[in-house]
């Protein structure tokens, strides 16, 4: 991974939030005043040439390849100081530039290691920009083809699972037997008796449901897990009130596999309370930690 302790020295904000396009402003004694120039760096590549992107980067910047051997670093000029701005549309535009400069690459040289936004390779008082990215290829040279390697024909996908409760909630009470014993005993009880039984009922529903959402998620999961090449467990988001989020994974697919990852999503949507999200596919941000 990207280490300023070496002899490429690295530029990061210290915080950036390209989810909620947030930056904070960097310790400015961080900065080195030395050497104006920098490079930023979108992902490296597997080609070894030379190439021109076009006017497609951040501010329409010029993007181009830096090639070292059989790997080349995608980037494009800039002062060696992060992006940084208060106006968050601003910072939302820089974050879908990049995301699609990435994309353009991935497109292009078939094989990426995507770097996270804002990550700027900085010149030095004796050493330039462009050499220090190639310096730093070169020292993370085997790390780098190890990643390629893994990443090379593979695709990250993105597979939310969600279930409506209300449904679930009702086809437990159909057939769960101490839930229909309750349900009747309700009905012949007075209205005391009959408040307390409803809270003893909501609290067993509750708990059915929390364990039909963990047999569930399990069932899904071994099915996932058999078409993907490498699944991440992200957390579950709040979408609306009818539907739940079950299950939200990235899956690292080799690309032949898609269609068969695809068609067993198929089969859970059309069953009756479930609905399948799947997207992609993208470049394997979830699986390359760079920057």
Not at 103 to 111: L, P
Request: glycine share 6%.
């Amino acid at each position: 991974m990207l280490d300023d302790s070496k002899s490429v020295l690295i530029m990061r904000p210290e915080v950036v939030e390209t989810k909620e396009a947030k930056v904070e402003s960097q310790d400015e004694g961080f900065i080195l005043k030395t050497h104006p120039e920098g490079r930023y760096l979108y992902c490296v590549a597997d080609s070894g040439k030379r190439a021109d992107l076009g006017k497609i980067g951040i501010d329409d910047k010029e993007v181009y390849t830096i090639p070292l051997v059989d790997l080349c670093a995608v980037v494009h000029n800039c002062p060696s100081e992060p992006y940084k701005s208060e106006d968050n549309e601003k910072v939302k535009r820089w974050v879908m530039a990049h995301e699609k400069v990435v994309e353009v690459a991935w497109e292009r040289f078939g094989t990426i290691l995507p770097v996270s936004f804002d990550t700027i390779i900085k010149g030095e008082k004796d050493r330039g920009a462009e050499e220090n990215v190639k310096n730093w290829l070169k020292e993370d040279y085997a790390h780098l083809k190890q990643k390629m390697h893994k990443m090379r024909g593979k695709a990250e996908y993105g597979v939310q699972i969600f279930w409506d409760p209300k449904f679930i909630a009702g086809e437990i009470a159909k057939t769960n037997e101490e839930i229909k014993n309750l349900n009747h005993e309700m009905k012949s009880k007075s209205k005391g008796m009959a408040y307390m039984l409803k809270q003893k009922l909501e609290n067993l529903l509750k708990k059915e449901m929390e364990k039909k959402a963990d047999l569930c998620f399990r069932e899904i999961y071994t099915k996932i897990k058999k078409c993907v090449f490498e699944t991440k467990v992200e957390k579950t988001k709040k979408i609306n009130e009818k539907m739940q989020m079950l299950l939200n994974l990235s899956c690292l697919v080799d690309k032949g596999k898609s269609k068969e990852l695809g068609e067993e999503l198929e089969k859970i949507d059309k069953q009756e309370g479930y609905t399948v999200r799947f997207t992609g596919p993208w470049p394997p941000y979830s699986f390359v930690a760079l920057g």
